[in-house]
């Protein structure tokens, strides 16, 4: 019976060994397992946290490129054609959509000039970022005489 009093204890060790290992893998691989999806949340929250910040760098930059107002919009107008001697016909807002940050103001210009003249002025108001054209038609008008007349539709984004 000694002989097996040393064999059992030994078994005996080994058997609270091996549970007490079996308990600590367990905890260790619930633990881990909370671990990483923790890690994968704040792996998504930082990809989040990364994107809202780019986009708010962006949103920035393009608010800058915004119009104050209508009036700056017709300014802009103005001024390129008082500097390449365009005759504004007619400039009458035809619609304003409104967006979440934005007004999408929609103009319609009836212009008449030089050739020279309304191009270089065309090129002036594409140069600025919130100002696009929609439609553009060019031709000779009948009551001027040799005098190029425009139709034009503008589109300027204006702050709200």
Do not use: C, Q
Request: proline share 1%; hydrophobic share 40%; no cysteine.
């Amino acid at each position: 019976m000694k002989k097996y009093k040393n064999l059992i204890a030994s078994i005996a060790i080994v058997v609270v060994f091996i549970i007490i290992m079996a308990i600590i893998y367990k905890n260790y691989r619930e633990e881990s397992y909370i671990l990483h999806n923790k890690i994968k949340e704040w792996e998504e929250k930082n990809f989040l946290a990364n994107r809202i910040s780019s986009l708010k760098e962006e949103y920035g930059k393009v608010r800058g490129y915004l119009l104050s107002d209508f009036f700056r919009l017709k300014k802009i107008i103005d001024r390129a054609a008082l500097k390449y001697n365009i005759n504004i016909d007619l400039l009458k807002p035809s619609s304003k959509i409104e967006e979440d940050n934005f007004y999408l103001v929609e103009i319609e210009l009836k212009l008449s000039g030089s050739y020279k003249g309304l191009l270089s002025f065309i090129k002036e108001i594409e140069s600025y970022p919130a100002i696009g054209f929609r439609r553009l038609r060019i031709g000779w008008s009948k009551e001027k005489g040799n005098v190029l007349e425009t139709k034009v539709k503008l589109v300027g984004l204006i702050k709200i």
